[in-house]
């Protein structure tokens, strides 16, 4: 649940730098996972793999990635880190 209102700030930020990205992240590949990646990068000096993109922000699993990588992606949102992110939501 936490992590898919994640996902949706993800995508907000996302439309930042790219506004005309398609508003559901399952939807995104290629050239759009490749963005997301320098966005990453530019705004949290943070990487993912785009087979980490797939297994993990195009499912609709509730089983949640490592807390290290939901620091960088709460970070990419525009919080501290996952307890902050917990906390306001």
Known sequence: ML???LKKEIVTTMMQSYPGIDPGITNWKGQEITDFQEDLMI???GQLSEKWFYNHMKSDSEALPRIDVLNMLSQYAGYS??????HKK
């Open 3 to 5: 992590f898919s209102l």
């Open 43 to 45: 705004r949290v000096k």
């Open 81 to 86: 880190n996952w307890k902050d992110f917990r």
